[in-house]
């Protein structure tokens, strides 16, 4: 099995990142997850019962795309440093099948279980 290819996925993490805040800005939020303007459900719905509904909704949508931008920016960081592919609980290499399938890993197979 060859090595993982760095530089690919570093182009891979750089364009999610991009899609991940584009996303972002959609929802009216800015790249740390923080609404930059006043989020305007009322129109839409009659009573404000559903407004509550769709706002904890786009909430809840937004705290996941910040996780997944801060595991890339995390990712993007061991690419820089050096400890890409490196467990950071025990620093033991982690595969490279694990690192492909999903290469904001951070932990190997073994500490990921632990900690879950
Ligand atoms: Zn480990």
Redesign the pocket.
Known sequence: MPPIDIAKTAVALGKERATLLHQLSELGADENGELTGEMDFGDAFADAGAATAERTETMGIIKNLRNRLDDVRAAMVRIEDGTFGT?T??G?TIGEDRMEYRPTSS??I??KTKSA
Request: hydrophobic share 0%; glycine share 12%.
């Open positions: 467990c609980e025990c033991e932990k190997c073994g500490c």
